[in-house]
């Protein structure tokens, strides 16, 4: 398997698009296959498309993945994910295909099948399915397709390319500053500890102690760790938050996890981000969901429809990056 180790530095946040952008590998399961050299550059560039929107079809990238196609497989609801991906790749000049989720990820035939059917039509998968483990699957049974983790059980490394890049927005450096990430220790946890060690943010997670991120995930993390950044694992939310620049809040079940609802809106009583808890973080702090959010639940809705909330940036923002992360992938970078 191909590693993403085959880049250039780009080493400032602040850098503008370097002139040979660092390539990625033929998969993004994890914010760990980019090096952080890459996921500067993929943030940076993800900033540059943003600004070059506009230009529509003169945008220098309009053409830039001609001749590619994607296929977008989903067998668990999107709305931000796919759409995103939808808008994109055609942004990019390229075709986008959604075989139904039955057939590509059902019991219909192995999904070894699947991925070797696809690689001789399309060059690039975003995937959304429960184990990690079935994406491991597909990149094990194809040579030449590019697989991208839209979102499993564990991880959700294209949701947390959308947050640094609001963060970076906001902040310009994000480097020593302090995100409270509060409640579930779950896929978008995991995949935001570690963009936030690669870029130097520090992490403070509060979750009830049964529901905290797993140990070997803040140790893969912390190997990754740049310009000092460190995470805590804690249980009390005010602690967490208190002087936070940024505080973030997740659904307390996630999909897949339906049947346990009732118990888990027991034990996260009291990891609501409410005004109360959000006057503990920095005057200044901004208020961060991946969506969909449950007010009333993780979030009230004062705080989630308030001056200082940054959700609808984080949503725009996955259109941004994944346009990034796709031409990075498929070497679009080269006509950008
Ligand atoms: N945040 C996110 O991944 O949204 P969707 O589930 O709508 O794709
Ligand atoms: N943790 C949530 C994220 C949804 C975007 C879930 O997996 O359902």
Redesign the pocket.
């Known amino acids: 398997m191909d590693t993403i180790s085959d880049t250039k530095s780009v080493s400032s946040e602040d850098a503008v698009a370097p002139d040979v952008m660092p390539r990625t590998g033929r998969t993004y399961l994890s914010v760990l296959d980019l090096s952080p050299e890459a996921l500067e550059a993929c943030l940076t560039l993800a900033a540059r498309l943003k600004r070059e929107r506009h230009l529509g079809a003169d945008a220098p990238t309009a053409r830039a993945l001609r001749g590619h196609s994607l296929a977008l497989l989903f067998d668990k ?6 759409t995103g991906f939808e808008i994109a790749m055609r942004e990019l000049g390229g075709n986008v295909t959604c075989p139904p989720s039955a057939d590509a990820l059902g019991t219909r035939e192995p999904l070894a099948d699947v991925a070797r059917s696809l690689e001789r039509w399309v060059s690039v998968a975003a995937i959304r399915t429960s184990e990690q483990m079935r994406l491991r699957e597909f990149v094990e049974a194809t040579t030449r397709l590019r697989i991208v983790n839209a ?1 499993t059980n564990e991880e ?1 490394p294209c ?1 947390a390319l959308a947050d640094c890049l609001t963060v970076r927005e906001r902040w310009g450096a994000v480097r020593g500053r302090t995100l409270a990430y509060v409640g579930d220790g779950n896929n978008v946890a995991a995949s935001l500890t570690h963009a936030a060690m690669m870029l130097g943010l520090n992490l403070r997670l509060a979750s009830p102690k049964r529901f905290a991120l797993p140990e070997a995930t803040l140790t893969a993390a912390r190997r990754v760790a740049r310009h000092g950044a460190t995470v805590v694992q804690l249980q009390d939310p005010v602690e967490a938050v208190r002087g936070a620049d940024a505080v973030y809040a997740d659904v307390w079940t996630s999909m897949g996890q339906e049947a346990d609802q009732t118990r888990r809106r027991a034990a996260f009583q009291g990891y609501r981000v409410t005004s109360a808890l959000m006057a503990e973080a920095n005057d200044d702090a901004v208020f961060m969901h ?3 959010a449950h007010r009333g639940e993780e979030v009230d809705a004062d705080v989630l429809e308030g001056p200082r909330s940054v959700v609808f940036d984080q949503a725009e923002n ?1 259109l941004h990056t994944q346009k990034a992360l796709l031409l990075m992938m498929l070497g679009g970078t080269d006509l950008c």
């Open positions: 609801p999107s709305l931000r994910t796919r979102l959700h949701q991946c969506l969909p996955r």
